[in-house]
């Protein structure tokens, strides 16, 4: 106890910044959140745990996110990034919540030191924390209760104000890797947008991208970060861009209306500004780490392409590549979905494409895990967060083989510029959204020609409310129900009687409820069978 003599230090800091009693908090998918008035504590704390993090890690720097993405203004979250750019390793996950919840400030700092002490911690090494913010207002004074624990801790801090989630995903990598072989890209925001900036000139040699996109923005930090892209493009390369829902100075407005997930769950597009027949359209979410493409058809109205459709998009274009590049029986190609990619898209993957397809549970680090196995690993959650993965020796595959034409050079250089272009750490809204136009701007696709590459099974996703939702428990990558005992023969028997058809429930992770997905051959059946299970559901929910 007290080994590096800051015991009362770290106690007084804590007492400025007390936790709200009467609440239980848990490291979830993504971090703590919640209203941001429950928050300003919890930072606090993990600002004491981030600083453990480092320590035990040889001192690397540790990133610490402020934001709550697609959920309303009022509320915000905290997160913690390990050194390559990945989310918090599992296992930390418990001893953050742990030290969250510690009821007295006596009792989190004798946590502190005993957590140290188990993990063989020496508390007077150099620590290095960086931090950044959405546009949120409350994200300031949750900002200085992370740096007041850090500047207890004797921890070095860097604080990048307001970021993009994966902006600062980047940042972590990058001051990793600064000056090795391995570096990652400039250590400040504008080598963010250089490197990406770059990286899309280079992927772009020779095409054109037609016709101008709008990207809602989310009136969240999307907004002011693509702004600030688009001045490193040079003028020739006539990147037609239209930045709509870009206000970040009414916060009420966040995510109100707009953004990625209203445009995934509501399955239209944003009323405001008055959506354009025929225009290319995307979205991102309130901290640009989500991505979803649309447009208005003149026939038939409203087509939305999600995540499912980003990585077989993203999926058969690297695959192309890699067969002209000579590289076909080197580099393995996987990709990664959970159980809500689409039932067509997982077909056309394995059966058209003839690639690997992994499920896994819900969650992005589960994703991000699973294709670090390949040499390229394309995965996306169908909510539009996702990323592809390139291995060292992919890496390493592109750069040093010999060319013997023309072609081949080609596509060696636009793999190339794909690596540095999309973002190897997170989900990242605008590397997505730059590779997307970069493989349409290829392909000479439109929105249409991308849609026509297969037709969506009808599927629909619904929320239940139950008396306990821990009562849930599955298997097989979330695919059924190992508890209530029972619920899962119910679901089996409902499915059977449809065609083309696949449901499951499981609890959600980030809300106090279950969600149900069914998918059929048509519109009325997906319904029908989703209405069923969530039914069974509802009755093995009541138990306690
Ligand atoms: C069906 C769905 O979209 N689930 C979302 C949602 O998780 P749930 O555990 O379903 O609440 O939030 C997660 C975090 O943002 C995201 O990773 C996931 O895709
Ligand atoms: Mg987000």
Known sequence: ????????????ASKRHPIVEGHVFKYGTAGFRMKADLLEGVTFRVGLLSSIRSRKLNSQAIGVMITASHNPAADNGVKIVDPMGEMLEQEWESLATALVNATSHEQLVELYYKLAEMQKIDLKSPAKVIYGRDTRPSGHKLASALADALEATGTELVDYK????????????????EGLPSSYGVVSETGY??????AFVKAMRGKRISGQLVVDCANGVGGPKLHEFLKHLPKELGFDVKVVNDDVLRPEVLNLDCGADFVKTKQRAPPNPKPQTGVRT?????????????????QSGFFMLDGDRISSLAASFLGDLVERA??????RIGVVQTAYANGASTHYITQHLKLDVICTPTGVKHLHHVAQTFDIGVYFEANGHGTVLFSPDAITAFKNTEPQSPAQKDALDTLSAFVALINQTVGDALSDMLMVEVILAH????????AMTYADLPNRLVRVEVGNKDLFETTDAERRLSKPYGAQDEID?????YKDARAFARASGTENACRVYA???TRSEANELADRVARIIERHGTGV
Request: net charge negative; aromatic share 14%.
């Open 1 to 12: 106890m007290d080994s590096d003599g800051r015991y009362q230090q770290i106690l007084e």
């Open 162 to 177: 307001i970021l993009t989630t994966p902006q600062l995903h980047y940042l972590v990598r990058a001051t990793n890797t």
């Open 519 to 521: 998918e059929a051959a």
């Open 493 to 497: 028997s409902e499915v059977r009687k």
């Open 326 to 331: 000579g590289l076909k029986d080197y580099i």
């Open 282 to 298: 995307c979205s991102f979410d309130g901290d640009a780490d989500r991505l979803i493409y649309y447009w208005i058809d003149p």
């Open 193 to 198: 947008y250089d490197k990406l900036a770059k």
């Open 443 to 450: 392909k000479n696709w439109t929105l249409r020609d991308w």
